[in-house]
């Protein structure tokens, strides 16, 4: 897997996240993992996060919703002295959805302490190549650059997680 990361200001001078990666995997798999309900769960969240999806209607318009819950005692620890709940609900909002190629969704970060709700916009982009599959995650800033940068950090550990199961598919 190759990988890159980078942080852009765009012209309305709001910050935009992307990650880049390159994964030995089919398209299908690729799309499947983002798409499905056991694909998402088996690698959405953060290290030391476990995701439970309750429904997704994959359609503009249509939303994901789920659960991420602390289960590591460090990331319990975390959540419970920054004065988060170890679980929440959580809920994404897709915008456009182009088969094997594209997803955008909006996603509620209604979970700091303090800041009131707002949506962070997200594009996924899937290209298949000789290479195997180059994804472009772009992301929305978020209110201020620590949450960012925990933004960052925690997709770079599921980007990981993501690469570890399409290994493991691979191996079948």
Known sequence: ??????????????????????????????????????????????????????????????????????????????????????????????????PRTRLAYDHLADFIPGVEAYTVATIVEMIPGPEGVRMVLSLDAMHDEIWTQRMAAGWEMELGKLAKVLEARAAV
Do not use: C
């Open 1 to 98: 897997m190759t990988q890159k990361t980078r942080t852009a200001a765009t012209a309305d001078a709001s910050k935009r996240i992307t990650l880049e990666r390159t994964y030995k995997a089919s398209i299908e798999d690729m799309w499947d993992l983002w798409t499905t309900k056991e694909g998402i769960e088996s690698w959405w969240g953060p290290d030391g996060f476990a995701v439970t999806v309750h429904k997704l209607d994959l359609r503009p318009g249509g939303e994901l919703l789920y659960a991420m819950t602390a289960v590591a005692p460090e990331q319990i620890a975390f959540m419970k002295n920054v004065g988060m709940a170890v679980s929440h609900d959580s809920r994404i909002t897709y915008t456009d959805i182009v």
